[in-house]
Structures are given as C-alpha cells and as structure tokens.
C-alpha cells in the first residue's frame, strides 16, 4: 500500500503535488519522492520519511514543471532503511521515463529473470516498482516506429506490461516531452481516480490520484475511477485519450481500503468508505447479538481512529452506551505500517492512552477495524484491564486475517498472524481477552458492495482466494521465506 499522484496543470505543480502528499500520508510513512517535468527535463527529489521532513525549501525551488508526480511510501517490497529504494524510479531510454506505483507484483522472479536475459535490462534495486518501470520501458521501446511517440503506441505498449505483469498495480507514470500515462491492473486490486477542472481561460487541467479526497481538496471535480485494465495518457496541452488495454478486465477492488487503509473522507470506486465502514457496524452488531446478552456489555468504545464508525453503528444498534476509552496521540504515525514488530509494540502505548474514568468497574466491549499481529490488541487489552476494565469483549469489523497478504499490503507471513492456525477462543486467549467476536465473511462482503455492481472483492488474506489465480502455495512459501529471511 502506497500512496500516488500525479497532476497535468497549467502552472507549476510541485506545490499541489506535495499538499496531495500530505492528505495521502497515511498510506505510507517509510519515504516519499516527487518528480517534475519542465519541457524535456526531469527534476526529482526523494528522501526517507514523512512529507514534512522530506522536503526542504531549495527541494521544492528545483521541481520546476506544470506536470508532475509524488509517492509515499508503506515498504512491501525492497527495505525500509534503504533510501534508493524509494520512488520514484527513473529510466532514460526511451525519451525518458520517471513512475510511481502502488501495489504488489507476484511474479517478481519470473521478470528478474526476463529483464536480464531478454530485455539486457539492469535493475538496481529490489523493488518491484524498477521492475514494472523497465518491463514499460522495454514495451514501448518495441512499439516506437520513428522519432515520435503516440498514443496507440503507448496502449500497445500498456497491452504488453498486462500480458507480462501479474499483481496489483495502480502506476503513474511521466515520458520526457510526451504527457502523463497512468493505468491500473486488470482486476482493479488497487485505486486510483481521475479528476479534472477547468482554468479560467477555459484550458483542462487534470489529475490522477490513490484516492478522491486529493482531489475534492484541490477544487478538481471526480470525473470517474481509473476502470480495471485502462491506461490514460495526458499530453502537455492537456487533451486526455483514454483505452481498454486489458484483454479480459474485471473490477475487484482490495477490501482492506475499505477496512483500515483509505481515508474515511474517500470514495473509491464508487463506494463511500465511511458509508461501507457504517454498515460493517451494523453487521458486527448483529454477530454480537446472536454471541453475547448485550446486558452484559457496559460500555462500546473504538479504538480511534479508523474503527470509529463502525464502533459508533455497534453502540447504536445494540442500545448500549459510546464512550471514547482511548486518547489517541496524533503525533505518532499508524502502527500497523510501521516496518518491524518491535517498532509497532514500542508505539501503541505512546499512541493511545486509556482512561481510568471510563473503564473503572466496566465490562467494556471493544470495537477494532481489523487484528492482524495481534501486537496492538493484545497491548490495549492490558491497558483497558489495568485502567479498571471489569470485561474486555474484542471485537474486529473485519473476519480473522489468516492468510498472507500478497498485493500490497506487508502481510507476508501466517506465522505473524494471530488468527493463522487458531480457533477463535484460542485468540481471544493469546489476546488476554475475555471473549472476541469477528465480523463474518459474507457480511464484510455486503457491507462494502451494498447498493453497487461489484460482485467481487479482493479478500484473500480472509480466505485464502486470491483473485489474480497465479499465487500458488509454493509462491506463498517463497514470499514467506525471503521476506523473514
């Protein structure tokens, strides 16, 4: 999961590129890069950390251009500590070419292997996104007939990365003195939307972005979602061409957006995250009921902020009492994208502080997004227990992760995951809980699609289904093995 941008404008654009970093901070905290265009000249500017600390006034003075592109990043691929693994990445052959990508490639050996002995292609890193940017690089070189580039040649191109590429991928992209190109996997694993709004003189200017609030901040109007398999090229004087270029394309979006990773203030794919979070409250209420007398819960209470919604649904459906247990310091990033499971341990307790007042002699039911470590849950049980709590009931509105997330989101491993080889008593023990209620598959699924045409969603680290069809056991064990090694 990575946060990306990307804005074709009629003036500079290194200001609104670092403000729509800013709002899509909480995809990614490792680094953050952005890139520029001014004419046929790249100006980029890269560094470890937040948006804030990254960028310096003489960074922002150099990313000259009215087109341009920014990344922050959350590390599933490639090391944290290593800053040349932070995007952008830059190739200069052909015309030259700077992308940015969000999501997980699953078949990263296979193009290893390809890009050197096929393409004589070098790769100077371990992420995966240098690999995408090369097999692009690569396609389109094949597809240029003279000195120019059109647009048919980038699709044919973009028809390539699809029958090479398998994963998830939302890719912006920047070609020296040709336009913007960004297109999405042909399943739609990852988001990303398209915006436009017009200057007053009447001239275009548009922007592709992870998620819709960047654009609402920015007085573009949402024109539509990126759709599964499309790739769209913006040239310089701003005229937007649009193709299919996936052969069988099918929209099934990641539910973990929906449960923990977007903003709640963003709609993707045509879905309301906060709406979606709402009726996932709903439904928990009713698994709640059918496990539990509510006469034997006191207090609801969220653990801020993401699982708010759903805690407040909870609350109100059951006639039990919200309170707010836990104050949040807004000042310490989210745990669950922190690289290391000793970094997220030593930050939960710096993040949240619980309140004698409201747990005093309570038996207190607990709503979460989502357990997946276990690591967070089993320190704010220990903390509700010793500011007074009488019963701590967990609960998650989401179904137990017990199975590897393999498309961008760094879940590598079953034997991280709490709920991976254990019956639900079994976590509610490992957690210190005294019972632990999880939201049922088929009610996560409603609760998001409702009112849509989606029929599917991307749930594998719930089921074990993952929806690409290429990731095989013996993959899983290769991801596990490299990634802990």
């Given at each position: 999961m990575?946060g ?6 009629t ?25 520029t265009?001014?004419g ?5 500017t ?10 310096r006034t003489?960074?922002m003075?150099s ?10 990043r959350?590390?599933t691929?490639?090391?944290a500590?290593r ?5 952008p ?6 015309y030259?070419?700077i ?21 004589r292609r ?6 995966d996104?240098?690999?995408?940017l ?12 003279g000195?120019?580039?059109d647009?048919?040649?980038v ?26 190109l ?5 399943f ?13 003189a009447?001239?275009p200017?548009w ?10 901040n ?13 790739a769209?090229?913006?040239?310089l004087d ?7 270029c996936?052969?069988n394309?099918?929209l ?21 995250v ?5 009726r996932m409250g709903?439904?928990?209420a009713d ?7 509510k006469?034997?819960?006191d ?24 309170r707010e ?7 310490v990033?989210?745990t669950?994208i922190?690289?290391g ?6 930050s ?14 309570k ?11 276990g690591?967070t849950?089993?320190?704010i ?18 179904p ?13 491993s ?11 008593p ?6 210190g ?35 690409t ?7 899983l ?6 990634q802990?090694?």
């Amino acid at each position: 999961m990575c946060g990306i941008v990307g804005i074709v404008s009629t003036e500079p654009v290194n200001q609104q590129i670092y403000n729509s970093l800013l709002l899509l901070q909480h995809r990614g905290q490792d680094s953050t890069g952005i890139a520029t265009a001014d004419g046929p000249v790249f100006h980029m500017t890269k560094a470890r950390g937040q948006v804030r600390e990254a960028f310096r006034t003489r960074d922002m003075r150099s990313l000259i251009g009215n087109i341009g592109l920014g990344h922050v990043r959350y590390t599933t691929k490639g090391a944290a500590e290593r800053e040349e693994e932070a995007q952008p990445f830059y190739v200069n052959a052909p015309y030259g070419i700077i992308l940015v990508h969000n999501g997980n490639l699953t078949n990263t050996r296979e193009l290893s292997s390809d890009l050197f002995s096929i393409d004589r292609r070098h790769v100077n890193s371990t992420s995966d996104t240098e690999m995408l940017l090369n097999v692009l690089a690569t396609e389109l070189q094949g597809q240029i007939k003279g000195l120019d580039l059109d647009t048919d040649q980038v699709f044919k191109a973009v028809e390539q990365v699809h029958a090479r590429v398998e994963g998830s991928y939302a890719v912006i992209a920047l070609i020296a003195g040709y336009g913007l190109l960004a297109f999405r996997d042909p399943f739609g694993i990852r988001p990303l939307i398209l915006g436009r709004r017009m200057t007053e003189a009447g001239k275009p200017e548009w922007i592709v972005a992870s998620e819709s609030l960047v654009l609402e901040n920015g007085d573009y109007e949402v024109v539509r979602d990126v759709e599964p398999g499309e790739a769209i090229f913006i040239g310089l004087d701003g005229e937007m061409v649009s193709k299919q270029c996936a052969t069988n394309p099918r929209l099934v979006p990641c539910s973990f957006e929906y449960v923990y990773l977007a903003r709640p203030d963003s709609v993707m794919n045509g879905i309301s995250v906060y709406e979606a979070r709402l009726r996932m409250g709903n439904r928990l209420a009713d698994t709640i009921a059918t496990h539990m007398d509510k006469g034997d819960i006191d207090v609801v209470m969220p653990i801020p902020d993401s699982s708010r919604p759903a805690a407040m649904q909870v609350a109100q459906k059951l006639g039990i009492e919200y309170r707010e247990g836990f104050y949040k310091n807004r000042y310490v990033g989210r745990t669950f994208i922190m690289p290391g499971q000793a970094e997220r341990k030593r930050s939960v307790r710096q993040k949240l502080n619980a309140m004698g007042t409201e747990f005093k002699g309570k038996n207190v039911l607990i709503v979460d997004d989502s357990i997946v470590r276990g690591t967070t849950s089993k320190e704010i049980v220990e903390m509700a227990r010793a500011a007074g709590a009488n019963q701590v009931t967990f609960t998650s509105a989401a179904p137990p992760v017990r199975f590897p997330h393999v498309y961008g989101i760094n879940m590598p491993s079953r034997r991280e995951l709490v709920a991976y080889g254990r019956k639900i008593p079994e976590i509610a023990a490992e957690l210190g809980a005294d019972h632990m209620i999880y939201q049922e598959v088929v009610d996560l699924q409603a609760a998001i699609t409702e009112g849509t045409s989606i029929e599917q969603l991307d749930m594998s680290c719930f089921t074990g289904d993952y929806v690409t069809g290429t990731v095989t056991e013996e993959y899983l064990a290769w991801v596990e093995k490299t990634q802990l090694s």
